[in-house]
């Protein structure tokens, strides 16, 4: 799967500005919903909290 069919560039930079620490701040991210906080939500903190 490409990564532009999981995240858009948006999600991206927000991502890598908010630069959260948990689900919770994850799903304030824009584009982020429960559902793709689920799927994706533990592999993307873990590049936030390496």
């Not at 799927?39 to 390496?50: S, T």
């Amino acid at each position: 799967m490409k990564p532009f069919m999981v995240f858009k560039d948006e999600q991206i930079d927000e991502l890598i500005n908010v630069k959260p620490k948990n689900k919770e701040q994850l799903l304030e991210v824009k584009g982020f919903g429960k559902i793709k906080v689920e799927k994706y939500g533990d592999e993307i903190l873990n590049l936030f909290n390496i």
